[in-house]
């Protein structure tokens, strides 16, 4: 089973500024890798697929990148709606697994 | 409007079986898979395993292998989700999702189910 890696658990980040999620993989998944949202009470929401290609809906300020055993989502100018978890998943290899998550909290 | 409608809450006795329920909409439900996402404060999001409501092919991670049984009903665009012999471990919240064509991504979530497992 592949591992998922995310770090860092927390970050903290004031409204406005730009944040860098990582996603590190314990083997390589090419580009199967996806990114995640999920707010309190909520279920998870697809932001980026294809490692790089942002779901329908979602705003150009969210940015993926990487490939093989490493990835990075990228926010841009946060917004307070952006305050949530985000969760990397792969597809590459069965059994699909997803990280631990990183709870995106206000500075 | 993509819509996937889970069936309500459970209180459940260990030991106890429970099935829940994930009705499509708004889509062509015989065009995707639709996947059952664990979510538990300890671990996280755990897949579960997948179903495709045509002719209910399902792959199950092995981890959940034993554990729990997907059906499908295509004539009503629903997939179920069975688990027998709950534990207090199995207190969590329930996802169904469905699976992008051509890959394995979850675009459209269940608003899930909270099955609470307690003596």
């Known amino acids: 089973e592949i591992v998922m890696t995310q770090s860092p658990a927390t970050l903290s980040v004031s409204p406005g500024e730009r944040a860098t999620l990582s996603c590190r993989t314990s083997?390589?998944?090419?580009?199967?890798l996806a990114w995640y949202q999920q707010k309190p009470g909520q279920a998870p929401r697809l932001l980026i697929y294809?490692?790089?290609t942002r779901a329908t809906g979602i705003p150009a300020r969210f940015s993926g990148s990487g490939s093989g055993t490493e990835f990075t989502l990228t926010i841009t100018s946060l917004q307070s709606e952006d305050f949530a978890v985000y969760y990397c998943?792969?597809?590459?290899?069965?059994?699909?697994?997803f990280g631990q998550g990183t709870k995106l909290e206000i500075k | 409007e993509v819509q996937l409608v889970q069936s309500g809450a459970e209180v459940k006795k260990p030991g106890e079986s429970l099935k829940i329920s994930c009705k499509g909409s708004?889509?062509?439900?015989?065009?995707?898979?639709i996947a059952w996402v664990r979510q538990t404060p300890g671990k996280g999001l755990e897949w579960m395993g997948i179903?495709?409501?045509?002719?209910?092919?399902?792959r199950y991670s092995p981890s959940f292998q034993d554990l729990v049984t997907l059906s499908a009903d295509e004539s009503i665009n629903t997939v179920y989700l069975q688990l027998s012999s709950l534990r207090a471990s199995d207190t969590a919240m329930y996802y169904c999702?469905?699976?992008?064509?051509?890959?394995?991504?979850?675009?459209?979530w269940g608003q899930g189910t909270l099955v609470t497992v307690s003596s």
């Open positions: 999702a469905r699976r992008t064509v051509g890959a394995t991504y979850l675009d459209y």
């Open positions: 708004g889509y062509s439900f015989t065009n995707h898979w």
């Open positions: 179903i495709y409501p045509v002719d209910s092919d399902t």
């Open positions: 083997q390589s998944v090419s580009s199967n």
């Open positions: 294809g490692a790089s």
């Open positions: 998943q792969q597809c590459d290899n069965w059994p699909y697994t």
